[in-house]
């Protein structure tokens, strides 16, 4: 298996449903001369999560890091849906877990490429954002283990 050691997030910079589906942008991929979709995961509007290239296989979505990145792309612009930030931050969690990363290892493109904005939210707005929604998590861990050994209040 290859190093990894960066979530890079990006976004389809579209709108148009009828590009809301990795189907299509491997197509656009394809056509551009690479050998599958540059991206590993995709999340449409609805918040399903689709596969791209095997996480195995070194991505083709963000130039001199790809090698140890996995890249997640957003369908839209810059208005994502409810939905689509949940499966986000779920993809991403089990992604920490899975590799022993930290959210020191989350990324937006331009971080990479100071002539894009993909995705068009700030790092800072994500990790803001995603450690609201892990603590609310950790909260329901907690009160499940409560409920299953039987504490009574
Ligand atoms: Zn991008």
Known sequence: M???????????????PKHDSIDVIRKWHLERGFSDVGYHFFINKNGTIQEGRKISAIGAHCQGHNATSIGICLHGINKFSLAQEQA??????????????????????????????????????????????????????????????????
Do not use: M
């Open 2 to 16: 290859r190093k990894i050691d960066k979530i890079i997030l990006h976004c389809s910079a579209s709108d148009n």
């Open 88 to 153: 986000l931050f779920n993809l991403v969690d089990v992604t920490l877990d899975v590799y022993n990363l930290t959210e020191k290892n989350i990324f937006c493109h331009y971080q990479f490429n100071s002539n894009k904005t993909c995705p068009n939210f700030t790092i800072e707005t994500f990790k803001k954002s995603f450690s609201i929604w892990q603590k609310q998590n950790t909260i329901d861990d907690n009160s499940n283990k409560d409920r299953n050994d039987g504490t009574e209040f």
